[in-house]
Each structure stands twice: as C-alpha cells, then as structure tokens.
C-alpha cells in the first residue's frame, strides 16, 4: 500500500504561482509513472501531467507552457510547479503513482 501526502495549495491571485508537492512512502513497489489530475466543481477529472521514472512527460493541453511537473526519485516525491495561474485552474490537485494510488486532495483556488 502506498501513502501519498500532498502539500503546497492555497488561494493565489491571477498570474500567480504555487508549487505542489506529492511524497510517496509506504511500499517498495516502483513507482513507474507519478502525476498530478485535477477535478473542478461539476467537470470531470481530468490530466495536468504526468512524469516517468525516466523523466518522459505528459501534460494536458490547458496547462502546457504554464505548468511544470519534475520528480526527486530518491525522495519518491513528484512537484507541479504551477505559473500564470487562471480562475479556471481553480479545483482540487489530487497526486496519482501507478494509476492505481491517488492522494487525498489539495484545494487550487485562483482569484482576485
């Protein structure tokens, strides 16, 4: 069983930044592929990014050129590092490992 724990949300003004962070304990399976999703108030989950053992990204189409996803494989952490942030990237950042373990959740909120 993996243990995520994320950090790093918050309220930001537009044109803002926050940097997120998701550490993994608790396994020895290896993590392959870590990431981050994110779900607004009625709209479905959906990719920001995702990043492999090897550094391969994958990033949603919205964030790209904003938004920069990196990992510590020594620390098993993953970090979004998010810029220019919108209104529209308002909703709640949920860490992923293996598609199979997710995080509990980290509010985004962006407003003036």
């Known amino acids: 069983q993996v243990q995520l724990v994320e950090s790093g949300g918050g309220l930001v003004q537009p044109g803002g930044s926050l940097r997120l962070s998701c550490a993994a304990s608790?396994?020895?399976?290896?993590?392959?592929?870590s990431g981050w999703y994110r779900q607004a108030p009625g709209k479905q989950r959906e990719l920001v990014a995702l990043?492999?053992?090897?550094?391969?990204?994958t990033s949603g189409d919205s964030v790209k050129g904003r938004f920069t996803i990196s990992r510590d494989n020594g620390k098993n952490t993953v970090y979004l590092q998010m810029t220019s942030l919108k209104s529209e990237d308002t909703a709640v950042y949920y860490c992923n490992v293996n598609y199979n373990w997710w995080g509990q959740g980290t509010q985004v909120t962006v407003s003036s």
């Open positions: 608790g396994s020895s399976v290896p993590i392959l592929i």
């Open positions: 990043i492999t053992s090897a550094g391969s990204i």
